[in-house]
Every structure is written in C-alpha cells, then in structure tokens.
C-alpha cells in the first residue's frame, strides 16, 4: 500500500522567505507524485507532477519540487513566498496499478506573515 | 479551460435525511473519481469509476453510500440515511486515461444537522 507523510501540519513564513513543504512517500512501484493547492472553500489545484522525467519539476506560481529516490521524498519550495500563496497544500502519489487512485497526505498550512 | 463540474456547492441537511451531489467531468476524461475531505486532513478516495464501471469502492460506506455513473460521463453520489459523521467536502475528480493526474472539482460542503 502507498502512502504519503507531510511533516508539519502548518508552516508559517514571511513573505519574500523561503517556502519550504516536506513530503515522504512509500510506494512498492515507481511512484506518480503530486503536490495540489487548496484555497478555503475550494477544490484541489494541481501545482506540479513528478511522472518519472525530470526529478526537479517546476509547477504553476513559481513552485518546484525534487524528487529524491534515494530519501523517498518530493518537498515543495518556492524562493520567496507571497501573500497569495497562504493555503493548504498536499502531497499525493499515484498507484498505477489501481487506476492512478490518488493517495493524499495530511496536508500542510501555510501561512505568510506580511 | 475544462473543468469538472460539481453541484450543489453548499448542502445543510438534518440527519436521516436523503442527500446527493452530482458531477461532470472534464470531456473525455475515462476515470471518475469522488473523494471525501474531512476538515483539516487530505481527500480519501470512496469510490473511482472507470468509465460506466466501478474500479475501487472498497472505501465506499455501502450501508449509506451509492454512487453510479450510468452512461460514462456524469456520477451522482447518494448518501441515505445522512450522519452528523457525514458533514465534509466531497470533491470529484476526472483524469485522464494517458496522463496520471487528477483535475478536481470545487466541491460540495456537506453539513448534517
């Protein structure tokens, strides 16, 4: 079975600082990794996919991730956080052996102090 | 730009009462799939569809819980009796057969009173 851990429920940061998301996974198969964006009262946005190309993968509003087979991570950065970017973000990975079922982490809570 | 469509975006019902959420999923896309986020944690799938046929329910409350998607395109998830447990996003989601990833809808806000 696959799964997902995102150390740090909230993240808090200053805008233009560093933003930096944690994500572990465990997959017996070649993972499908994905970080999506939720604004409040909203559906999921997706940011960025590792889909076994590139393992540094740039998404949508100026977010990348690496993935790391050896720490079996995806963490999410962006150089310099903005207002905007304050929402709840998730890690997720793809089981391609049961139809790319989406399996979700806890979710991280990000937080910009002006 | 596709995207999936869901409705209604807010539901108050009482308990014991009968309550459905309908979706459209992006055009061509052969997988549905319809997951329930429960505040402050991540989506977990109930139930995917592979075109008109059921991939995965094993998450699904079947006692309460129906959901079909008759003819391939559009699902209705059902759930009667309705819980004070229930209240929740229900997000439905569609991907496509080639690319892995998921498009997600706005949700529907489930609250049971």
């Known amino acids: 079975a696959q799964s997902v851990t995102q150390l740090g429920s909230h993240v808090s940061v200053s805008e233009g600082a560093l933003v930096l998301l944690r994500c572990n996974y465990s997959s017996s198969v070649p993972p499908y990794l994905f970080w999506y964006v939720q604004y409040p009262n909203q559906g999921l946005q997706l940011l960025l996919k590792?889909?076994?190309?590139?393992?540094l993968v740039k998404g949508i509003n100026g977010f990348e991730a690496e993935f790391k087979k050896s720490e079996t991570s995806f963490h999410l950065t962006k150089p310099s956080a903005h207002m905007s970017d304050a929402a709840e973000y998730f890690c997720?990975?793809?089981?391609?052996?049961?139809?790319?079922?989406?399996?979700f982490g806890g979710g991280t809570r990000v937080l910009v102090k002006p | 730009e596709a995207e999936v469509a869901q409705s209604p975006r807010y539901k108050i019902t009482e308990k014991s009462q009968a309550v459905a959420f309908w979706c459209d999923p992006i055009s061509g896309h052969a997988t549905l799939y319809w997951y329930r986020q429960i505040l402050g944690q991540g989506p977990e799938l109930l139930v995917q569809?592979?075109?008109?046929?059921?991939?995965?329910d094993s998450q699904l409350p079947k006692d309460r819980f129906s959901a079909e998607r008759l003819k391939g395109v559009d699902s209705t998830l059902k759930i009667q009796p309705a819980e004070l447990g229930d209240s929740a996003m229900y997000l439905c989601?569609?991907?496509?057969?080639?690319?892995?990833?998921?498009?997600f809808g706005q949700g529907t806000r489930l609250t049971v009173v």
């Open positions: 989601a569609s991907s496509h057969h080639i690319h892995p990833e998921a498009f």
């Open positions: 569809f592979q075109d008109e046929s059921v991939v995965d």
């Open positions: 997720a990975v793809s089981d391609q052996a049961a139809g790319n079922k989406l399996t």
């Open positions: 590792y889909t076994s190309a590139a393992t």
